[in-house]
Each structure stands twice: as C-alpha cells, then as structure tokens.
C-alpha cells in the first residue's frame, strides 16, 4: 500500500512514519510544511528508506495536493498536519482555522477528487484516517464519565473548536459525498521528539537547567497520557481494520493532574541524577497565571478500540514516562538547541495541551 501522510515530521507524524517503515511492507509520502514545530530528524534512518518520500507543501495548497494525488496515487490517506498549541491558538486564532479547517477542507476535496477517479476494487479499499483530538468535547467535572464516541462536541479553545470543524467537515464527506472515512480523537500525547513548548519536555528542559518549571493555576487539571508509540500503533489499526464512518476514541486510561505528572518526572530525574545540583527537582515547580478558558479535565474511555479492533496501550504511564525522561536525558543537546531556535517568551509557559496531532 502506499499511504499519504499529513504532518509526518511532526511529533505524532514522525512516529507513525517510523512505525509504518519498520513493520510493513508501504511506502509513504509525507506531506509536511516543515513548520516551527516539525523535526525531520525524528524520522533517523527511515529518511533514506527507498519507501519514504518527503514533500514539502502545504495542505491548504489545492494545486499542490491534485498534483501529489496524480503523481502518487495512494490507497489512503493518514491526516496529521494541524497546528496544535492552545496557547498559540488564543495568541493568534487565524493560523488554526487556515491549517486546520481551510487545509483539512482542501485535503478532503483532493482526496474526494482522487477518489472518484479510482477504479474497483480500489474504490472500495481507499480510506481518508482523520486524527483529531480529545479537547472537541469540552471540558469534564471531577466525578463526569469519560469522554466517549457519543459525547457532544463542546470545544472551548481556539485550536479546540477549529478540530472540531475539521471533524465535522470529515463526517460530511463522509455522508454527503461517500467519502470512506475514519476518525479518531486522541488524549494528550507523550514520548521522544516532542517540541519543547509542551508540558513534559518543557518542564525536563527547565528542570536539567536548574530554572522554575511553570505550572497553570494549581497545576490541578487533569489530563489521560498516551505514549505516542502507542498512540502510532493505534493508528494503524483504526487505518487497516477500523469501520467505514466509525470513530474512535484513543486513550490509555491514565489520568493525572498536571502537579502530580510533573512531580513525578522530577522523581524520576532525582533518581537518574543522583549528582545534580537541583535536587530536588520538585523544589523548582512555580505555580503560574492560568490561561484564559483552561479546562479542567479530560478523560476518554478507549473501549470500542479494544472492544474491536484489539488494542491496547504496551507500557504503563509510570514505564512511558521513565523510559521518556532517559530519552530526553541522552539527547540533551537536542533538547537545548531546540528550546534556543524559538520564541523564548512562549517557551516560558507551561501547557496542559499536550502532543495533539
């Protein structure tokens, strides 16, 4: 098969990308802007794999797309490229809704347009894979069950409500024009490679510097981690074995509140770093402003994906994040130069929007 990749050098992209080169046969274009957030690195070796294109574009750019749908051809398409930050998106809403619903619109057309060219049987077996996020639905109260495929969209930010209108200009293809689509919507994601403008790496990159580590509010919002490498796996599934129309829900029922996550990566950092000069590290946590509209918590409830498709997350939280913080520790040049590259004055706050794709 060959799948077309939305934002495959972003943080949940690249590790789909990788997933797909080393256990499968497809090849992959990857179509990606290359923006602030994006790592090609990330991609290792698999960038030299004969199986592997990079295209760099935008999806908002129509005659773009309808040339890389008739050059390539491919039999799916994973879409991921999103801008994702909820403090930029209240900084600066435009960006979200041009990427976000205008770039996922034009997507949609091309794929449509693609589509309808096909012939049987590969009409039947083309899928457009949609991910989105946990925040469409809003925001839970402590004792609230969690979010399932029923729940009603509530979105709260700009980067939520912009998701939500991306999901919903996907249903409609889906409906009005036959589209064969597939949506999931993810909890906050974690692991290796992930723009240090989110909570874990921040707080890694300000812990091993011996700075404050910012937390919103109280540091009580509540947030469900799922390991990106899980996450990539989940993808797959939903992709190759999900049901035409269907969404599904990812998360790996693993709630937290931000206070106690951080100051469990500060443990594990105690541990690892028996010679640092910041032990210990949960001294350098600073409670913070809180960001206008934060919610409170999120929690999704994954039952239809194991229920039918079979999956289940393949580490603990506790295991994700030890294995996390050895990865950030063993590339600590990495993490520094990209803290330096940009804007120091976003860098600073802390974030409970956690690896959207």
Known sequence: MKLLVTGGCGFIGSAVVRRILRTTDWSVVNLDK???AAEPRALGETAADPRYRLVVGDIADARLLARLFEEERPQAVLHLAAESHVDRSIDGPEAFLATNVVGTFRLLEAALAH????????????????????E?????GPDDPPFRETTAYDPRSPYAASKAASDHFVRAFGHTFGLPVLLSNASNNYGPWQFPEKLIPLALAKALAGEPIPLYG??????????VEDHAAAL????????VGRTYLVGARAERTNLALVHTLCAILDELLPDSPHRPHARLVRFVADRPGHDRRYAIDPSRLERELGWRPSRSLEEGLRETV?????NRAWLAETRRRYDGRRLGLGTAAEGRP
């Open 136 to 140: 469409v639905f809003g925001a839970l």
């Open 34 to 36: 290359l923006g602030y």
């Open 326 to 330: 050895r990865w950030y520790l063993e």
């Open 115 to 134: 589509w309808r060219r096909l012939a049987e049987p590969e009409r039947a077996r083309f899928r457009f894979h949609h991910v989105s996020t946990d």
């Open 218 to 227: 109280r540091g009580d919002q509540v947030r469900d981690w799922l390991h």
């Open 236 to 243: 797959l599934a939903i992709l190759t074995r999900g049901e």
